[in-house]
């Protein structure tokens, strides 16, 4: 089945957001356009950039981006390190690594 989602982006201004979960075994695709849109998940094998490339292409087309819509990433910078991040910006997308030490969380529980 396949989810199509609407978007009021005009091209100049359409963007697909997508954060990164990297696995050891499996990495999970959240694709969203912004605040208040339904998101997209999909989940690939770990290290599969051709299939992170296809997913986001088709992220793209469900969202009903133009094909040149500018992509944003992030992922928690971990055991991964930064070869993925140099990946990404040398496809053109515009990527941000977070320190998880940077991520505040609720530590009582």
């Known amino acids: 089945m396949t989810t199509t989602y609407t978007?009021?982006?005009?091209?100049?201004?359409?963007?697909?957001?997508?954060a990164l979960e990297l696995g050891w075994e499996k990495w999970r695709l959240a694709f969203g356009?912004?605040?208040?849109?339904?998101?997209?998940q999909k989940t690939i094998a770990a290290r599969n950039l051709r299939s992170l490339s296809r997913e986001v292409q088709r992220a793209k087309k469900a969202f009903g981006l133009p094909d040149d819509a500018r992509?944003?990433?992030?992922y928690e910078a971990g055991r991964d390190g930064f070869w993925i991040h140099r990946y990404l910006?040398?496809?053109?997308?515009?990527n941000h690594v977070v320190d998880s030490a940077s991520i505040e969380v609720n530590r009582r529980a």
């Open 7 to 18: 978007n009021d982006s005009t091209n100049s201004d359409a963007v697909l957001f997508v």
């Open 89 to 94: 910006l040398d496809a053109g997308i515009e």
């Open 33 to 40: 356009t912004g605040l208040g849109n339904k998101s997209r």
């Open 71 to 74: 992509v944003f990433t992030c």
